[in-house]
């Protein structure tokens, strides 16, 4: 069966520092796969989502994501954060052609600090 | 307003009553989902339907029933609620299935006493 793993629950970076979030999913097929943002009681939105193509994704909010198809990765990067990135961060896996669901990671929240 | 909304937002009920969570959308997507939200699982599919009156089960079933008589209307129903449905529940909708963009609602916290 399909599954995604957050390898970090929790990250803390200072303020306009770099950070890399780890995702990693298995699957012997091909996958789409998916970065959401979920900000304190809100619902999940889109950062980005990788369907084929290049392997380097950018997406909102000054996010990019790498699609790493020997190491099964999709980590989430931003050169520079904000306060306002603190939130929690989702990666999820569609495998094509047979799964009928969409697969989340348990999630990393991300901290910004001053 | 356009999008996706759930109600109630907050709710607190006892072992055993029957509780329906509502969801709604406006753009007349095709697709509807139900999470439910706990810590350290990431978010885990409930049920979903592909249109009005077709419908199928997720990771998690077992202890909820949902109906979909309108294209817009997408309710959750706990038939006899227990402790372990304590959870955040998020309701979602897409044009299509596979590979498509998610867009979520707010979520209802529920707690059962």
């Known amino acids: 069966a399909q599954s995604v793993t957050q390898l970090d629950s929790q990250v803390p970076v200072f303020e306009e520092a770099p950070v890399e979030l780890r995702c990693n999913y298995s699957?012997?097929?091909?996958?789409?796969l998916f970065w959401y943002v979920q900000y304190p009681n809100q619902g999940l939105q889109l950062l980005l989502k990788?369907?084929?193509?290049?392997?380097l994704v950018k997406g909102i909010n000054g996010f990019e994501a790498e699609f790493n198809k020997s190491q099964t990765s999709f980590h989430l990067r931003k050169p520079s954060v904000h306060i306002s990135d603190t939130a929690e961060y989702f990666c999820a896996a569609w495998e094509s052609g047979s799964a009928r669901q969409l697969t989340f990671g348990s999630g990393t929240q991300l901290t910004v600090l001053p | 307003d356009a999008g996706i909304t759930q109600s109630p937002r907050y709710k607190i009920t006892e072992t055993g009553r029957q509780v329906t969570l509502m969801c709604h959308q406006t753009?007349?997507?095709?697709?509807m989902f139900w999470y439910r939200q706990d810590l350290g699982h990431g978010l885990r599919l409930i049920y979903y339907?592909?249109?009005?009156?077709?419908?199928d089960k997720g990771e998690v079933p077992d202890g909820y029933v949902v109906s979909r008589s309108k294209t817009e209307n997408f309710p959750l129903t706990l038939e006899s609620a227990t402790r372990s449905q304590t959870s955040v529940y998020f309701c979602?909708?897409?044009?299509?299935?596979?590979?498509?963009?998610?867009?979520f609602g707010p979520g209802t916290r529920l707690t059962v006493l």
């Open positions: 979602a909708s897409s044009q299509v299935l596979f590979g498509d963009e998610q867009f």
């Open positions: 990788y369907l084929s193509g290049s392997t």
């Open positions: 699957s012997s097929v091909s996958v789409y």
């Open positions: 339907s592909a249109a009005a009156d077709i419908t």
């Open positions: 753009w007349s997507h095709s697709y």
